[in-house]
């Protein structure tokens, strides 16, 4: 659905959105809060609080919090605290409900967004630091799944912002193509085993669009938690995919972040992947200037992504672990693992198949991150042998 809107006037108009007026919710200059969008602001909070939303936002945001930020606006792009809630206000059923529209925010909107940052990330508390990048080295984490019995395929990727750009909400429609021409001309410069392509969703075969979907390796259109979060203007201009020649290694350009890059193949070879990843990482790094904040880590749209900003997931089969739901969300939380469906995030899982990965991003390194994921896969594949034998 909801493909190729242009505004979020639009969004309005479809009836998703109807209590607010998000096209008009941009400040006027001068860090003056237009009375329409405190109107909207009011209105949208109430039927928050009012409702049964078990959002991050909804718990966060206290009247208190509310009437310190409601007027507040972002020096650089005098974002409001619209900006950052549209997206949980329109959709009640968000697990967060915000994003950032550009690095600022976080500062200026820091009392919602240090709270909802300790909470999702567990325990990365306002004054805590994330940790110096550090990656170490793939060939410590072991094939999760040797023999193939439990695991499809893996996948890790990470975000990064491209520094002297806001994010999704502030752009324009320039912007985009100047974030795209940067991005492509870096990516173009990978050689050996990332050598590939970029291809931009603009003028894309709607076939060969498809056919990526399906394939896991471009993402998919019409997110409604992006849309309402003014993160789908213009599109799809300055949206695309790189792929390398061997299809394991990619890189999103202005999906959700400027940038995401991925690495994946079939199996549970963690290491492999995320070897490739870093590699990655580390060529384009050499290309541009990413924005990294000294406590936040690397910026991103989503809080979620903050710090390492690294998700990695396996696609697998836990048959005998999912008839028992409850046992799965205890594991699940012991090891701080998120499971979503197959096609990802707000998506059913087919054929039994999982999506699960990492839930915090922030307070650890890179290789910490990756490592606590090793170890939950590795713990529920034993749950799973020992719920099979019992
Ligand atoms: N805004 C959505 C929600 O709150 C997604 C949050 C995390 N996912 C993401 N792709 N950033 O449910």
Redesign the pocket.
Known sequence: MLLNFKSLLELRYLGLCTHLAISRYASKGGGKIDQEVLKQLEEGYKKLTESNSK?LLKKHLTKEIFEKLKTQTTPSFNSTLMHCIS??LCNHD????VYAPDPEAYKVFADLFDPLIEDYHKCFKKTDKQPATKFGKGKDFENLDPDGNFIVSTRVRCGRAVKGFPFNPCLTEQDYGELESKICGAVMTLSGEYKGKYMPLTGMDKCVQEQLIADHFLFKEGDR?LAAAGASRYWPTGRGIFLNDTKNFLVWCNE?DHIRIISMEKGGDLGKVYDRMVGGVEALGKQLEFNRDERLGFLTF?P??LGTSIRASVHIRLPSLMCQPEEMKKLAEKYRLQIRGTSG?HSEAKDGVHDISNQRRMGLTEYEIIKEMHDGIKGLIEAECKARNS
């Not at 968000?94 to 409900?97: E, N, V």
């Open positions: 959002s997206s949980g968000s697990g967060m409900g938690f959700e989503c979620t992504n995030e």
